[in-house]
């Protein structure tokens, strides 16, 4: 049991950090962004290459996300900056667009097959749970970098400037905030987050240039269970996404209620997270929009 | 080598080059590639010169049909090589047969490919050959009591349902069986129940990057056992230290023989990326079948495929095909994992 | 290059339907729908049951067009509770789920192997049958394109408050869309059926349904040929962008991987270049009439 | 007539209605007034069902209207303008009017595969209707503009013609004449009136004291969520709990 | 920047939506200290010049300058720090945020004076210190205004562009507007720009008086030169009698 937790807090943290960069980005710019997966993978593959150059992980990593922070920038100015306006569904197929795009540049130069960090770690005893020094330093940079930004966004003023501005651009600009500065730090600093998250994850398994496939869905999902907008939320979605997952194949359901052990076939794992999702999703409290109240 | 007057024979591939099974596929065609140009270096099929036209299904139903239609109907091959998941490859058959083209699989194993004769063949053994091999070979290792890892799809499920069924007449026990979906992140959580069932040996089959995963998870948890593995040279040892002398397994007789030992070096020699793995012989015996067939007098066609099969020394080793098209008999190697390499330690 | 001209004009066809399907939810009835694969994959996998359990083709029909009006309504009833990026996710979930049952229950419908079905062998009848079905899917949009109901649909897809304020309960438009688009959707999943001769889980994924959105709103959500111009434009891409590969006679893991970055890269810049899409949705007129 | 019964809401730990009760007649237009924050807007939400009250019923011709369903409510005859337009903002001007009106064929599915000719009848009717509403609104030249591309005032304008299209039995509005150009407001005071003559119950809520007294024939004063005072226009000028927490000095 | 030159000047500005033209050619001075009303009918573009004058709508012609220094290309942010304050006739508060985060962002130039800011728009509007922690957006409507005034008077602008700032305001509420918009002007000498349909009260604070036709300023002229007989006029189709084209 214990080890299911462990599994589920590890799994929730990968997802938890590239989630609220999602959630970040979706509360400015009010559209999913598929390409933000993308930049974990790509992030990821940064710290790879960085790492096979022979820098020390924490510096490759730091590297990495600087630059894929500076690869959303990129992004943003190129493409979805021209498209200020647009719906918010046609941003999200460009965005899908531009993940088809970096998704094969990865793979046309790293080639389509899996690669994997070359880290070796130490596992503890906890309990009658396996935990490695790796896990501990996912969680650990996880739980730092989300406490971060939740402050940053909520206590300083750069934070609600954000927040404002994802509420009323053109009121937010007579307040005297500029928005393209704005905006770009906070590309930055989901690309950035996303780089962190795709290096851990990919630290933890192994790097694909499709593993954004992989990753999306647990990512939107945990994102859309913690209301889309806030980082608590994410973190939220992916503790509960994470444990749905976990506890369903990881809990020995015989052993709860006779003497005989049962699992459930673990075939059944993504049904269970999705169907833990919808139910998650159709059960939460209703959100009053109340823009239509006046 | 003689002069190649005449027009070349357009042959298709389709393969997996993006999305899931990328290296597979790609090694498949590799092979492809090394077999046409070893025909064309030999002055093509009956003076034919061999061309490859390289489509990606990108493991879509719908893209292997559009990579399929487009082989068929615009540059008019007459065969196809195909790496794909049992259900593309069954996707594409039925047009196959309607348009009396020939389909080659070099990937698949589902028992519904025997439903094309004719018009599909297969390099590959079906599962329940080469299940039904490891699990009566298992059987005679001392291991009274097994648990089943393997993927959920029909390679996994098609290899598992054969290898237990020949365990248990053997007189073993099957504790459990633990189908994972591919791709996950980790597999801690699904390989947990072997810490309470203590089976005395694991069976397994899957592919390269899975199984590193799996593999991790069983260290990170402390699993002693060893591995039992249909194919273990397509795995990926994640760890030597730990895997040394824990990998065993059944595979293709066929790889070690005279053809293999050839093309692996015209492949290390073209490619810089190690050892080839066992898909680069599926093609290229594919490929070499094909052109055997096409250089007879009545063309290539079912006929003559059937008939350059007999007496085919492959890079697989010999090819036999039931009548369905499918392969039987296949040779039959015990393989071990020691000391940093895979190792042939019988036949069967 | 006849036959292949007649699969690309059959499939585009087929999925043009899907298009329209989505399209009477999201560019009319503003309904984020990401799991519209749900109801072509019921549709298709009626036939699929009729065939693994030797029923007579028109009951495989049947019963995949009533799979899918019948799972419409059920993914439906949330929808009161939700607001529309959630339902959005619902409905995605509930397609992964359904597609991870067909996977793992082999017994219903062959399991992740999929089953054959009767296949419509002539390429010209195919083609027929669809654009007949495309035919009348536009047919019925149009109609209610452009008539009051389609303008209370529109009405709601802008606000929902506002239609419930001028008397009109948007949950039963709603259930209404769900229900002729879920059965437009399941009809096309049953022709695509019979026209493959196959079925199996791994053609219904949510990457599906993100083709048919891409075709949407590259077309022009709103308006009724945008749907039908997008799937055209989307699939002909695909297949186009093979020829561009074949031609420029890189080694073939390279081609493949920049035939994606290709079709990516055309899907921006065609939003840079154009907007609203391809068709921009119609600018209405209102004339006064004189009695 | 509608009859309000000791109604209460509470937001969050925020009072907004602390059971009130008033009784509007057909025919007549009752005023609303009060404070900002008082809990007039609030009150006509739980009249038109968006919001469901805590406590209290309403009735209208002696029958509850149906709470926190607003299409029901609507469906019974009864329309509303908000504070704040809704509008179909990428709609015309002409849809959205258009989208007011009751009782369209044309919205059955049925009735338009089977009987296009019925639809095509009500809607020519409906067009005629909307029309007329817009010349007297001002709003006829802009009839094919997005609803959204209009000036604030016209918003306000548009929202109570959208209204005006249902025919109701009861008409609530929210601040009609808010930044609303003063000789359309004389209009409205016209039409309000010319309303009320038909026999339909109207209940107004306007801070514009000049309106108020011109087209209400009662007034109710809110504040904090419950009435301090009630009377005639005249009556209320001279309250003096209103002079201190409504209308100030000037007042 | 000159000493004399008025604070914000429009010099033959045109502008308006996408391809959309609003404004035509419009001129016009605000002198400095003054009040200086604009009335028109309903989208005769009142809005629009404000918003223009803020850097929110597409330019297409003409210049304008603040204090002599031309701001034409400036952007609306630029604008904001340069000391122009504007209460938008609608969406005018971030109505997703608390009530604090929104006086926080009224302060955004200054965070150092937020404290002393917020103490003071508290004390004009006590309605708004019990709804601190409320979402902006379940204020009520006069209270929605109330807030967008005190953002915006938080800033400590130079210059005020106010878009009917009464509207959905309580009489005892205008009373406390028009009195600190008079004030303010008086005590920091700063010009405003006000749109009212409240004409009555927005004749009694302002100065002068521009009137808006189809996107033109019609006639300027003196609050003590407006009559009746021109209000209605201008109201319903803008010929106002003595105006003619306008004089800065
Ligand atoms: N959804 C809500 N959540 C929280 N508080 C609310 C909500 N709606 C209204 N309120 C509060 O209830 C009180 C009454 O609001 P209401 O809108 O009814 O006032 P009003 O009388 O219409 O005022 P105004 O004249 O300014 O429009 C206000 O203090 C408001 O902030
Ligand atoms: N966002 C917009 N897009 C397109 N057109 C617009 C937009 N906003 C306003 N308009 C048009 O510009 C014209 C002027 O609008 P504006 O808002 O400036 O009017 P106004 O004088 O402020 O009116 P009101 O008194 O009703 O507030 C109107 O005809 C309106 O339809
Ligand atoms: C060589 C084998 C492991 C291939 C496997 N049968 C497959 O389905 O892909
Ligand atoms: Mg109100
Ligand atoms: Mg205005």
Redesign the pocket.
């Known amino acids: 049991m214990l080890q299911v937790l462990v599994n589920a807090l590890v799994y929730a943290s990968e997802i938890a950090i590239i989630a609220v960069g999602v959630a970040l980005t979706y509360s400015v710019v009010r559209f999913a962004n598929f390409a933000h997966i993308q930049y974990a993978v790509i992030g990821a593959y940064a710290s790879f290459a960085l790492d096979r150059c022979g820098l020390p992980l924490p510096l490759a990593v730091a590297v990495s996300a600087a630059l894929t922070g500076l690869l959303a920038i990129a992004v943003e100015r190129l493409v979805f900056a021209p498209l200020q306006g647009l719906r918010p569904e046609a941003k999200m197929i460009v965005s899908w667009g531009v993940a088809l795009l970096l998704r094969s540049l990865v793979a046309a130069v790293f080639g389509g097959a899996a690669q994997v960090f070359e880290v070796e770690t130490d596992s503890h005893l906890v309990g009658d749970a396996v935990v490695t020094g790796l896990d501990i330093a996912v969680v650990a940079t996880t739980i730092l970098a989300m406490t971060a930004l939740h402050l940053a966004m909520t206590r300083t003023r750069i934070g609600t400037a954000l927040r404002a501005l994802a509420d009323n651009r053109d009121l937010a600009r007579t307040r005297g905030i500029a928005p393209e500065r704005l905006t770009a730090l906070m590309w930055f600093v989901s690309g950035a987050f996303a780089a962190l998250g795709g290096t851990l994850f990919a630290l933890e398994t192994r790097l694909q240039p499709d593993m954004d496939l992989q990753i999306l869905l647990p990512v939107f999902a945990a994102v859309t269970l913690g209301g889309l907008t806030s980082v608590g939320g994410a973190v939220l979605g992916a503790c509960i996404l994470s444990l749905a997952q976990n506890i369903a194949i990881g809990v020995d359901f015989g052993a709860l209620f006779t003497s005989g052990s049962w699992f459930l076939p673990s075939q059944f794992r993504d049904t269970i997270a999705v169907a833990a999702m919808v139910l998650v999703l159709c059960l939460r409290p209703r959100h009053?929009r109340?823009s239509g109240?006046? | 080598a003689p002069a190649q007057t005449k027009e070349p024979i357009a042959i298709g591939v389709i393969a997996n080059l993006t999305g899931t099974d990328v290296k597979s596929s790609t090694a498949m065609v590799r092979g492809v590639e090394l077999a046409a140009e070893a025909v064309n270096a030999a002055g093509g099929a009956d003076g034919h010169p061999i061309k490859l036209i390289v489509e990606d299904s990108q493991y879509k139903t719908q893209e292997a049909l559009n990579a399929a239609t487009k082989l068929f109907d615009v540059d008019k091959v007459p065969a196809v090589i195909m790496f794909g998941g049992s259900s593309l490859e069954l996707a594409v058959a039925p047009i196959a047969k309607a348009k009396g083209k020939l389909l080659i699989n070099t990937s698949s194993s589902s028992p519904k490919l025997g439903e094309f004769p004719g018009t599909l063949y297969s390099i590959l053994p079906l599962d329940d050959i080469v299940g039904k091999a490891l699990g009566a070979w298992v059987a005679t290792q001392s291991v009274k009591s097994v648990a089943f890892v393997v993927p959920n799809n029909t390679f996994g499920i098609g290899l598992m349902d054969a290898s237990a069924a020949a365990f248990e007449a053997a007189g073993g026990k099957v504790l459990t069986k633990i189908v994972y979906s591919e791709g996950q992140p980790d597999y801690r959580t699904d390989l947990q129940q072997l810490l309470a069932r203590q089976p005395d040996a694991i069976i397994t089959a899957g592919y390269g990057d899975d199984s590193r995963t799996v593999f991790k998870a069983a260290r990170g948890l402390g699993l002693k056992q060893s591995w039992y593995a249909a194919y273990p040279s397509i795995l990926t040892v994640e760890n030597e230290a730990w895997m040394n002398g824990r990998l065993l397994g059944v595979d293709d007789g066929g790889l070690t023989g005279a053809t293999a030992a050839k093309v692996a070096a015209a492949y290390k020699a073209k490619h810089d990326d190690g050892e080839p793995t066992p898909h680069v012989f599926y093609g290229y015996d594919a490929l070499m079948l094909i052109a055997k067939a096409a250089a007879m007098p009545a063309g290539l066609g079912p006929t003559s495929l059937e008939a350059a099969v007999k007496g085919y020394d492959g890079a697989t080793g010999p090819i036999v095909w039931n009548a369905n098209g499918q392969r039987i008999d296949p040779p039959i190697d015990i393989i071990a994992y020691k000391d940093g390499k895979f190792a042939t330690i019988g036949h069967q | 290059m006849v036959d292949f001209l007649v699969f690309a004009v059959t499939m585009i066809a087929v999925w043009s339907v899907v298009a329209l399907s989505l399209n009477l939810q999201f560019g009319l009835t503003g309904l984020v729908n990401f799991g519209q694969i749900l109801p072509v994959g019921l549709g298709a996998f009626g036939p699929a049951i009729a065939a693994q359990h030797g029923l007579p083709i028109p009951a495989g029909i049947a019963l995949g067009l009533a799979l899918a009006a019948a799972a419409g309504l059920v993914v439906l009833a949330p929808v009161r509770r939700l607001t529309q990026d959630y339902w959005a996710l619902v409905t995605l979930g509930v397609a992964e789920i359904f597609r991870l049952m067909m996977v793992n229950l082999p017994a219903v419908a062959g399991g992740a192997d999929g089953t054959t079905v009767a296949r419509i062998a002539d390429p010209f009848a195919a083609m027929a049958i669809a654009l007949a079905l495309l035919g009348a899917a536009a047919l019925l949009c149009l109609r209610i394109d452009r008539s009051p109901l389609g303008r209370m649909l529109r009405v709601i897809r802008e606000d929902e408050m506002l239609a419930a304020a001028l008397g009109r309960n948007p949950f039963r438009f709603q259930a209404l869309v769900v229900l002729v688009s879920w059965a437009m959707a399941g009809a096309a999943g049953a022709l695509y059926a019979h026209i493959v001769g196959y079925v199996a889980p791994s053609s219904f994924t949510v990457a599906e349904t993100f083709i048919v959105w891409t075709a949407l709103i590259l077309g022009g959500p709103g308006s009724l040929v945008g749907p039908l111009v997008g799937t055209a434009f989307v699939q002909l891409l695909g297949v186009s962008t093979r020829f561009v590969a074949a031609w420029s006679g890189l080694p073939f893991d390279l081609v493949a991987n920049l035939r994606l970055a290709v079709f990516g890269l055309a899907l921006i810049l065609v939003f840079l270049l154009r907007r609203e899409g391809l068709c921009p949705e119609r600018k209405v007129v209102t004339r006064a009439v004189d009695p | 007539m509608l009859s309000i019964r000791d109604v209460a809401v509470s937001?969050?730990g925020?009072r907004?209605l602390d059971g009130v009760s008033l009784e509007a007649h057909p025919g007549r237009i009752l005023g609303l007034i009060?404070?900002?924050?008082?809990?007039?807007?609030?009150?006509l939400?739980v009249v038109a069902g968006v919001i469901a009250p805590e406590a209290g019923t309403v009735l209208l011709d002696g029958r509850p209207l149906p709470a926190g369903a607003p299409h029901a409510v609507a469906a019974q005859g009864v329309a509303r303008t908000f504070?704040i337009p809704n509008l179909a903002r990428r709609l015309t001007v002409a849809q959205n009017m258009l989208a007011g009106a009751r009782r369209q064929p044309g919205e059955a599915l049925a009735t338009l595969l089977f009987r296009p000719g019925r639809a095509q009848r009500a809607e020519a009717a409906a067009v005629r209707a909307a029309f007329d509403m817009l010349d007297r609104l001002g709003l006829a030249h802009l009839a094919d503009h997005p609803a959204g591309s209009l000036s604030g005032g016209q918003q306000k304008l548009l929202s109570m013609g959208m209204a005006m299209m249902a025919d109701p039995r009861l008409i609530l509005l929210?601040?009609p004449a808010a930044g609303v150009n003063p000789v359309l407001v004389a209009h409205q005071v016209v039409f309000l009136k010319a309303m009320a003559a038909e026999g339909r119950t109207v209940m107004l809520?306007e801070?514009n004291m000049e309106m108020v007294a011109d087209v209400c024939d009662e007034v109710v004063v809110?504040d904090a969520?419950a009435v301090i005072a009630r009377g005639s226009p005249a009556e209320i000028r001279r309250d003096a709990r209103v002079m201190r927490s409504y209308l100030g000095e000037i007042g | 920047m000159t000493a004399s030159a008025p604070p914000l000047q429009l010099d033959a500005v045109t502008a308006g939506y996408g391809p959309l033209v609003i404004l035509d050619r419009l001129s016009l001075a605000l002198q400095p200290d003054e009040i200086l009303l604009v009335l028109g009918a309903n989208g005769s573009g009142k809005s629009t010049l404000l918003k223009t004058a803020m850097g929110l709508t597409r330019l297409a012609g003409g210049r304008l300058a603040l204090a002599g220094e031309d701001i034409t290309a400036w952007p609306a942010h630029r604008r904001a720090a340069a000391g122009i304050g504007y209460v938008p006739q609608t969406g005018n508060v971030f109505a997703g945020l608390s009530v604090r985060d929104n006086l926080r962002m009224g302060a955004f130039l200054r965070p150092a004076a937020q404290a002393a800011a917020q103490a003071a728009v508290l004390d004009l509007f006590p309605r708004l210190a019990e709804?601190l922690a409320?979402?902006a957006g379940?204020?009520?409507?006069?209270?929605?205004?109330m807030l967008s005034i005190a953002l915006t008077m938080m800033a400590e602008p130079r210059l005020l562009l106010l878009d009917e700032p009464s509207s959905?305001?309580?009489p005892a509420a205008i009373d406390l507007v028009f009195a600190a918009i008079d004030r303010i002007r008086r005590e920091r000498r700063i010009p405003v720009l006000l749109v009212e349909q409240n004409v009555a009260r927005g004749l009694a604070l302002a100065d002068r008086v521009v009137v808006m036709v189809r996107g033109r300023a019609a006639a300027t002229m003196p609050v003590g030169a407006v009559t009746s007989g021109d209000l209605h006029a201008l109201f319903l189709d803008g010929s106002v009698g003595a105006g003619g084209p306008s004089q800065p």
């Not at chain 4, 009060?34 to 009150?43: A, V």
């Not at chain 5, 379940?138 to 205004?145: K, N, Y």
């Open positions: 009053h109340s109240l006046r | 937001f969050a925020v907004a009060g404070p900002n924050g008082s809990g007039k807007s609030t009150l939400n504070q929210d601040e809520i801070h809110l969520g | 709804r409320a979402r379940a204020l009520s409507g006069g209270e929605r205004r959905d305001l309580a």
